[in-house]
């Protein structure tokens, strides 16, 4: 299994932890997760750097959450 691994530089309150072709989110229900796969490492540090550490609001899981809680992004 892959070691997975929390990065410090993001900022999203959803992002749990990674691994190198795996981001873990929050899930939508308690004790749960989503998990994004990428094709290659450099595809998620490409979708990490533009979303969970900067414009996290504009990610796709990010604004079903915060419809989910009635957040305006």
């Given at each position: 299994m892959a070691k997975r691994r929390i990065n410090d530089y993001v900022i999203c309150p959803y992002y749990r932890e990674e691994t190198a072709?795996?981001?873990?989110?929050?899930?939508?229900?308690?004790?749960s997760a989503i998990h994004v796969a990428f094709?290659?490492?450099?595809?998620?540090?490409?979708?990490?750097n533009q979303?969970?550490?900067?414009?996290?609001?504009?990610?796709?899981?990010?604004?079903?959450?915060?419809?989910k809680w009635g957040y305006e992004t």
């Open positions: 072709q795996v981001i873990f989110c929050e899930g939508m229900k308690e004790d094709a290659t490492p450099e595809d998620r540090k490409e979708h990490e979303y969970c550490k900067q414009c996290w609001g504009k990610c796709m899981i990010a604004d079903a959450h915060n419809r």
